[in-house]
């Protein structure tokens, strides 16, 4: 089992930044690869950006590249999520998500973990 809390939402204006953390415990040291997720109003959930345990692979969404950087740190059982220039449409619940079998960024895009934290409101203003 794995829990995960996320922390570091809330609400900003657009071209503002934020930093979300994701601290796991319970079989955290064995997670491969943990990422991000949003849900916004109405919509479908969806992925955001994702890094493997080593750190060596990342992925994101491409609505999101060049403006965010995932990473994380071991020694800590922490993932982050810097957000810069945010936007209106960033708006939206984030979730972090861990996986615990040895698959790849790329997949695990459309097959996240079974690991779930309860999510974390950001909120863009214009």
């Known amino acids: 089992q794995v829990q995960l809390v996320e922390s570091g939402g809330g609400l900003v204006q657009a071209g503002g930044s934020l930093k979300l953390s994701c601290v796991a415990s319970?079989?955290?040291?064995?997670?491969?690869?943990m990422g991000w997720f949003r849900q916004a109003p109405g919509k479908d959930r969806e992925f955001v950006a994702a890094?493997?345990?080593?750190?060596?692979?990342?992925n994101y969404v491409d609505s999101v590249k060049g403006r965010f950087t995932i990473s994380r740190d071991n020694a800590k059982n922490t993932m982050y999520l810097q957000m810069n220039s945010l936007k209106p449409e960033d708006t939206a619940v984030y979730y972090c998500?861990?996986?615990?079998?040895?698959?790849?960024?790329?997949?695990?895009?459309?097959?996240?973990?079974?690991?779930w934290g309860q999510g974390t409101q950001v909120t863009v203003s214009s």
């Open positions: 998500n861990a996986d615990l079998k040895m698959r790849g960024v790329t997949y695990y895009q459309t097959h996240p973990g079974d690991y």
């Open positions: 319970g079989r955290a040291s064995s997670s491969y690869v």
């Open positions: 890094i493997t345990w080593t750190s060596c692979s990342t």
